[in-house]
């Protein structure tokens, strides 16, 4: 496979305990077969599944944060 050329680049930002931001316009081949499409100029891909318009987020990892470590542990 060779690389792509610049132009056709997209840009991908891992933030941890976040989604994806990956620079639109994307497509997204899902486990079933299905493609979804984007043409937002970032979009926010879910990566914990907590979001109710999968694979897109919407914030839903925010509501369930895991309680802070105590110390020593």
Do not use: N
């Not at 496979?1 to 316009?25: H, K, N, Q, T, Y």
Request: with cysteine.
């Amino acid at each position: 496979m060779s690389s792509p050329a610049p132009s056709e680049r997209r840009r991908v930002v891992i933030d941890p305990g976040g989604p994806l931001l990956i620079e639109g316009p994307v497509e997204v081949e899902l486990e079933d077969g299905r493609t979804v499409v984007s043409d937002r100029f970032v979009v926010a891909v879910c990566t914990c599944r907590r979001s109710r318009s999968y694979p897109w987020c919407d914030t839903s990892h925010r509501r369930h944060s895991r309680p802070a470590a105590a110390e020593g542990d």
